[in-house]
């Protein structure tokens, strides 16, 4: 089984900044793919940053240079760094982990945390 715990989120000014952990334990490698989403009041879930096995990451084109997502292994933990942030940011944030069994892709994720920001 796979537990991911998110922390972080909270309400914050345009402009400012926060920092959202994912902290994943149960039966992972440590670097296994991981991802932060999220899901605004009426809107679909989006992808916001994804980091690879091999470090190498992608990023929704509404948060590009200002999200960057980063990971340790030693902690088995995924950080999403927001800067510059808008309005239109604010929305629940998902933690998604993703770990190949058999060959067959299983995803997992946390339960959310919510960001908020004010004009």
């Known amino acids: 089984q796979v537990q991911l715990a998110e922390s972080g989120g909270g309400l914050v000014q345009a402009g400012g900044s926060l920092r959202l952990s994912c902290a994943a334990s149960?039966?992972?490698?440590?670097?296994?793919?991981m991802a932060w989403y999220r899901q605004a009041p009426g809107k679909q879930r989006e992808l916001v940053a994804q980091i690879s096995r091999g470090e190498s990451t992608n990023y929704g084109d509404s948060v590009k240079g200002r999200f960057t997502i980063s990971r340790d292994n030693a902690k088995n933990t995924v950080y999403l760094q927001m800067n510059s942030l808008k309005a239109e940011d604010t929305a629940v944030y998902y933690c998604k982990l993703e770990k190949f069994v058999g060959g067959v892709r299983l995803e997992y994720w946390g339960q959310g945390t919510q960001v908020t920001v004010s004009p």
């Open positions: 149960g039966s992972i490698f440590s670097d296994n793919p």
